[in-house]
């Protein structure tokens, strides 16, 4: 059974860089046609994609958060990292990593697995 767990700062302040960990268990983030994507849900509003990395290491990004995103991972831990940097009050939200054999993750597909999602506030 494959387990995702977010862990990372539940406040940040404004203009600082959001970090956040994924450290995945029971599956292996290089396992062939698997991506490793973050998806964030802010309050009142649907879940976004933001971005991911695949099997091989290339990562994709949202074209709108490109200029801010970062997404890396560390095999030997079996993880992967996002930063967002620049963040503002409006990235408030609950931050999910996700694994999915699609590249773009939006909803929960049946064969994806997903994180519990963790709360980051942006806040002074």
């Known amino acids: 059974q494959v387990q995702l767990q977010e862990s990372g700062p539940g406040l940040v302040k404004p203009s600082q860089t959001l970090s956040l960990t994924c450290t995945v268990s029971?599956?292996?983030?290089?396992?062939?046609?698997?991506?490793w994507s973050w998806i964030r849900q802010p309050p009142g509003k649907g879940p976004e994609w933001m971005g991911g990395?695949?099997?091989?290491?290339?990562?994709y990004y949202s074209p709108s958060l490109k200029s801010r995103t970062s997404i890396s991972r560390d095999t030997s831990k079996n993880q992967f990292t996002l930063q967002l940097s620049s963040v503002t009050p409006e990235d408030t939200a609950v931050y999910y990593c996700?694994?999915?054999?699609?590249?773009?993750?939006?909803?929960?597909?049946?064969?994806?697995?997903w994180g519990q999602g963790t709360q980051v506030t942006v806040s002074s």
């Open positions: 996700a694994r999915s054999d699609r590249r773009v993750v939006v909803t929960k597909g049946p064969d994806d697995y």
């Open positions: 029971g599956g292996s983030i290089t396992t062939n046609l698997y991506y």
């Open positions: 990395i695949d099997y091989s290491g290339r990562t």
